[in-house]
């Protein structure tokens, strides 16, 4: 079994940053990419940034910019900076892993159970 945890989500006006954390634990082997999804009321879920284990990275064209990915592979967590945030970024914030477990033949996609965030303006 894997679990991922967010945290960091909450609160902040316009223009504030904010930093979600996600950790990955349970039975890994390895894992391939990990990212951040948002899901705003009424909307279908985004991609909003991905980085592979590499380092490369993938950015929804909305925060370009303004967000950035990061993960720490040691830890098994992935990181999302915010800055600049809008009122348009408010939505909940899910982490997701691309994961092969010990034992396991085939990666399989994983999700956090998702973290509030709100933009006032």
């Known amino acids: 079994q894997v679990q991922l945890v967010e945290s960091g989500g909450g609160l902040v006006q316009a223009g504030g940053s904010l930093r979600l954390s996600c950790a990955a634990s349970?039975?890994?082997?390895?894992?391939?990419?990990m990212g951040w999804y948002r899901q705003a009321p009424e909307k279908q879920r985004e991609l909003v940034a991905v980085?592979?284990?590499?380092?490369?990275?993938n950015y929804a064209n909305s925060v370009k910019g303004r967000f950035t990915v990061s993960r720490d592979n040691a830890k098994n967590t992935v990181y999302l900076q915010m800055n600049s945030l809008k009122p348009e970024d408010t939505a909940v914030y899910y982490c997701?892993?691309?994961?092969?477990?010990?034992?396991?033949?085939?990666?399989?996609?994983?999700w956090g159970q998702g973290t509030r965030v709100t933009v006032s303006s």
């Open positions: 349970g039975t890994i082997f390895s894992i391939n990419a």
């Open positions: 980085i592979t284990n590499g380092g490369s990275t």
């Open positions: 997701n892993a691309d994961v092969l477990t010990i034992g396991g033949l085939y990666r399989r996609s994983y």
